[in-house]
């Protein structure tokens, strides 16, 4: 076991670390002080350290210092070309946007990959080609509000919303709320109509009788009910509109709200087989529109007394035809109505359509005292079902046109 050392021996190692330790006072003194910069400063520790090494501690002989400076040489490049190879390749991989975070972690790059991904990530995105920026989103909306607290109260209790966010602003409030479905969507802001500008823009607006803004329902009918029991005042009930069916209330601050129903349509992509024929029927349009959206349907086509439909949008029909004394139930909705002038609704049946939402698409147009008709049924699932009704409706529109065929 060594001994403790003396208080003499103490000293002289002391005295003999003081010109390193004199290092730390040098470096930070400098920069401090003002008298060098740190890039200036290591430098100078660098200088420094090689006088501690050759001249006081003499551990370096000067036949040495060759061989020091190759060794440090070779040691820099090496360094100096990593760094060089990882600014190149964190280039390339932010001009081609190959990369993220997932792919690093999935293939284990380590503290190199994450080095290089730090720097992709950080390129400023004017750098990138236009074709690699992500898309413009819609994140928030606003609506004018009258009072902060009223309409949040009705926005949450009344149309089924939910407070996202509530951070003081001065006098107001930044205010939103979301879809209780999404709470990571669109957020709507409250936001406090302190602007005479604005007051009269929503004024104008209310008193035209122009929404301010739109709310998507499942259910256009369903919705109404359920708002109506709440005392909320609509000033237009649900209204077919196109291809949708729209409703417009008083939010109670201020603006008219428009909700509508969203109708989805079948995808037809994959089943491209379409069948069309047309026909000049005698009667006009009007009559044409009823014998194809309401419960006339039985005059021409389907079997009496089986026909449950209304032209409503969205509304499911039924009927049922009869050959050969088997019945064949049809099924569908309304996608579009046009009085007068368009029809257009799926089809479905078990044999005919083998199960699957096909659509018709009727368009009326007048030719003198009568109709131009123009059918097209799309959606088949093959080209043998396409190829059959396609023999089978130009029966179908003579049937037509003999039930409604006006009297000489």
């Known amino acids: 076991m060594d001994s403790p050392l003396g208080a003499h021996e103490l000293a002289r190692r002391f005295l003999a670390a003081l010109p390193s330790l004199f290092l730390v006072v040098l470096v930070m003194g400098g920069i401090i002080a003002g008298y060098f910069t740190a890039t200036e400063a290591g430098a100078i520790a660098v200088f420094y350290s090689f006088i501690l090494a050759v001249v006081v501690y003499r551990e370096v002989a000067p ?30 991989l932010a001009w081609r946007k190959r990369m993220n975070r997932r ?9 190199i990959g994450l080095t290089l991904m730090a720097q992709t990530t950080s390129r400023r995105q004017d750098d990138e080609p236009r074709s690699t920026r992500t898309t413009m989103k819609i994140k928030l909306s606003s609506v004018f509000v009258e009072d902060q607290d009223k309409a949040l109260e009705f926005y949450t209790n009344v149309l089924g919303f939910v407070k996202k966010q509530d951070v003081p602003a001065g006098a107001f409030r930044w205010l939103t709320v979301v879809s209780p479905d999404k709470p990571d969507g669109t957020e709507l802001l409250l936001e406090p109509i ?3 500008a604005a007051k009269t823009f929503q004024k104008a607006l209310f008193e035209q009788g122009i929404p301010l803004t739109a709310f998507a329902v499942e259910d256009v009918e369903l919705e109404y009910d359920r708002l109506k029991e709440l005392g909320v005042r609509f000033q237009t009930e649900p209204t077919p509109m196109g291809s949708t069916k729209i409703a417009v209330f008083d939010d109670t601050a201020g603006n008219l709200i428009q909700l509508y129903q969203e109708v989805t349509r079948p995808d037809l992509s994959s089943r491209p087989f379409e069948a069309k024929v047309e026909r000049v029927m005698a009667a006009p349009p009007h009559v044409l529109f009823q014998a194809w959206t309401t419960e006339q349907f039985d005059r021409w086509f389907a079997a009496p007394g089986t026909v449950l439909m209304e032209p409503e949008v ?7 035809s009869r050959f050969d004394d088997q019945r064949h139930p049809h099924y569908g909705r309304f996608l579009r109505l046009v009085p007068h002038r368009l029809i257009e609704m799926t089809w479905i049946t078990a044999d005919g359509t083998k199960g699957v939402e096909t659509v018709v698409t009727v368009e009326l147009t007048p030719s003198g005292t009568g109709t131009h008709l123009q059918l097209s049924h799309a959606g088949f699932p093959d080209e043998e079902t396409m190829k059959g009704h396609e023999a089978a409706w130009p029966s179908g529109l003579e049937q037509l046109d003999k039930a409604f065929r006006p009297s000489p």
């Open 314 to 320: 969205n509304k499911p029909f039924f009927f049922e």
């Open 103 to 111: 792919h690093f972690m999935k293939y284990n790059a380590g503290a």
């Open 63 to 92: 036949r040495e210092i060759p061989t020091v400076l190759v060794d440090a040489s070779t040691t820099t490049a090496i360094v100096l070309l990593l760094v060089g190879a990882a600014m190149a390749f964190s280039w390339v």
């Open 194 to 196: 302190d602007n005479p």
